[in-house]
């Protein structure tokens, strides 16, 4: 997702990789989880971020749970039958 985040037109930051990568998963049918977390940085101002998981695999966003306090999450059980 990195690589083809440097590569468009258009700002690819963390939420549109994870959305990217949330379709993509879905298309496959690989369960997967993306989760949305905020934290505040040294000048006390909020910081949002955006990341996939899919298993214990970091998929986008590198390892936002130890950063970040989740406050939405959104998981896909893969193909439902």
Known sequence: MR???C???WSS???AQAIAAGILLRVTGIPYAVCFGLSRNQNRE????AWVTAGAVRVCG???????TVVGCFIS????S
Do not use: R, S
């Not at 590198?62 to 970040?68: C, I, K, L, T």
């Not at 059980?77 to 439902?80: D, I, Q, V, Y």
């Open 3 to 5: 690589w083809a985040a």
């Open 7 to 9: 590569h468009t037109p």
């Open 13 to 15: 930051n963390c939420f």
């Open 46 to 49: 909020l910081a949002a971020h």
């Open 62 to 68: 590198g390892n936002g749970f130890a950063g970040y």
């Open 77 to 80: 059980w893969g193909h439902e």
